[in-house]
T-cell receptor, first 117, second 114 residues
Framework: AQSVTQPDIHITVSEGASLELRCNYS??????LFWYVQSPGQGLQLLLK??????LVQGIKGFEAEFKRSQSSFNLRKPSVHWSDAAEYFC???????????????FGRGTSLIVHP | ETGVTQSPTHLIKTRGQQVTLRCSSQ?????VSWYQQALGQGPQFIFQ???????GRGNFPPRFSGLQFPNYSSELNVNALELDDSALYLC?????????????FGPGTRLTVT
């Protein structure tokens, strides 16, 4: 079974600073990896995904993430944070059932991003 | 805006009662998944419905049940409510041929059990 860990419960950055949110997964074969954002009172919105191919993935709102198999990581980055980026961020992992995983994504507990002016 | 709506927005129930939550999927999406998100946690998969049949279930007891209707709306029913059922309940609609990345989430229903 797949699992995912987001080691940081809260991250505080200043507006304009760079951001990196950590995500580590556990799965034996190639995972499907996702980052979602959840603003207060909103559902989850997909920021980006990795299925295969180029390990550096570009997403919406200026976010990117890099899949590093050797580190079992899929960290989310943004070069310059805006105040509107303050939200809860979730990493999720799914997998091809034919390789023993579940296509249903397993979510991490989330990282709360606080942006200071 | 994802085109997925949920009702009600908030709900307060008493332990032991039953509750029905509703979801209206995006047009053309014949798959709906339900998730429970406890405070400070990520969403946990409850079950999925495809063409009105249950198509996968997470680690939730049978008192969590669902229905999907031909018009792609769906319901989550929870019997014998417990205090730990207090959470945000999310539904997500998708088309099975579009894969995991085409899952659109609704804003959720906040259930409080007292």
């Amino acid at each position: 079974a797949q699992s995912v860990t987001q080691p940081d419960i809260h991250i505080t950055v200043s507006e304009g600073a760079s951001l990196e949110l950590r995500c580590n997964y556990s799965y034996g074969a190639t995972p499907y990896l996702f980052w979602y954002v959840q603003s207060p009172g909103q559902g989850l919105q997909l920021l980006l995904k990795y299925f295969s191919g180029d390990t550096l993935v570009q997403g919406i709102k200026g976010f990117e993430a890099e899949f590093k198999r050797s580190q079992s990581s899929f960290n989310l980055r943004k070069p310059s944070v805006h105040w509107s980026d303050a939200a809860e961020y979730f990493c999720a992992v799914g997998a091809d059932p034919e390789s023993g995983g579940s296509y249903i994504p397993t979510f991490g507990r989330g990282t709360s991003l606080i942006v200071h002016p | 805006e994802t085109g997925v709506t949920q009702s009600p927005t908030h709900l307060i129930k008493t332990r032991g009662q039953q509750v029905t939550l509703r979801c209206s999927s995006q047009s053309g999406h014949n798959t709906v998944s339900w998730y429970q998100q406890a405070l400070g946690q990520g969403p946990q998969f409850i079950f999925q419905y495809y063409r009105e049949e249950e198509n996968g279930r997470g680690n939730f007891p049978p008192r969590f049940s669902g229905l999907q209707f031909p018009n792609y709306s769906s319901e989550l029913n929870v019997n014998a409510l417990e205090l730990d059922d207090s959470a945000l309940y999310l539904c997500a609609s998708s088309r099975p041929d579009r894969g995991l990345d085409e899952q659109y989430f609704g804003p959720g229903t906040r259930l409080t059990v007292t």
